[in-house]
């Protein structure tokens, strides 16, 4: 079975483990990434009204349709994506603090590893600015 990695470009690696409350979504995130020649690069920025989010443009709905799904509270490690054709971003919560009472986004993977080391990459794109991020297929 292939595995999903995101990787920071000032440092950071980790793998992703996909939702099955969210199987379209997750469908999308795959076979966007599936589809590119090259493993997928974007900059990824600190969100500014989410809390400790930090978010990057995918546009997954071209690879398939991405309706509302599993649109629960994020906590630290969740990855979720804005099917809002606008924006089509993929958003990482780096951490706890997060916005309550907002409309959330679909909830379709999770970060696998070292939530703190997830945390310092937050903090750093947070106080000095975004970097590209790389999603890569490994088989």
């Not at 483990?17 to 090259?38: H, I, L």
């Not at 990482?92 to 309550?100: H, K, L, P, S, T």
Request: proline share 5%; aromatic share 12%; charged share 20%.
């Amino acid at each position: 079975m292939s595995k999903y990695v995101i990787e920071f470009e000032r440092g950071g690696s980790f793998a992703i483990a996909f939702d099955e409350a969210a199987p379209n979504t997750a469908a999308a995130f795959q076979k966007f990434v599936d589809s590119c020649e090259e493993p997928y690069q974007a900059l990824c920025l600190q969100g500014r009204f989410s809390g400790e989010e930090m978010y990057f443009p995918a546009p997954l709905a071209s690879a398939m349709a991405v309706d509302r799904e599993n649109n629960v509270m994020p906590v630290q490690g969740s990855i979720a994506f804005n099917p809002n054709p606008e924006w089509s971003a993929v958003c990482v919560y780096w951490g706890g603090d997060i916005a309550e009472g907002k409309r959330y986004h679909n909830l379709f993977a999770r970060i696998v590893g070292d939530m703190d080391a997830l945390y310092e990459v937050g903090v750093r794109i947070w106080q000095k600015g975004g970097e590209t991020v790389t999603l890569k297929k490994i088989d």
